[in-house]
């Protein structure tokens, strides 16, 4: 089971940086870490790229994400969520966040228990 080093639930924190203007500038911050995988989802679970495995919602613990606007249009909003799976698969999935969302992944990830659910304000601290 994963361990967070923050133990508070994901309620309103604080997604700012003023380092990062897109998703790709925590994407490579991640992926030096470990956080490799790209995650998508089918059938109501969560796939690894080039995997057959799949993980349902209680398997899979969150434990970061970020969002974005687009520089150009403000309602070109993104969310990146960076994952972990019971058997440590590290990696992201990123979805739309407002209208344009993936329903699918908006549903997985509301479907993600609360207490697997964790935020760490610096990047840093996540292994």
């Known amino acids: ?37 790209n995650f998508r989802v089918e059938d109501h679970t969560l796939i690894a790229s080039g995997e057959d495995t799949n993980y349902k919602p209680e398997e899979v613990f969150i ?12 309602s070109d909003q993104s969310i990146l969520y960076v994952i972990t799976t019971e058997n440590d698969k590290k990696g992201t999935i990123l979805n739309a ?16 228990p609360e207490k697997n659910k964790s935020h760490d304000d610096s990047i840093l601290n996540i292994e």
């Open 63 to 74: 434990v970061a994400e970020h969002r974005y606007e687009g520089m150009s249009d403000p």
């Open 97 to 112: 966040y407002g209208p344009s969302a993936d329903l699918d992944i908006h549903e997985f990830i509301n479907a993600i």
């Open 1 to 37: 089971m994963y361990k967070f080093k923050n133990q508070s639930i994901m309620k309103n924190p604080d997604y700012s940086d003023p380092k990062a203007k897109h998703e790709l500038d925590f994407l490579s911050q991640y992926q030096k870490k470990g956080y490799t995988n």
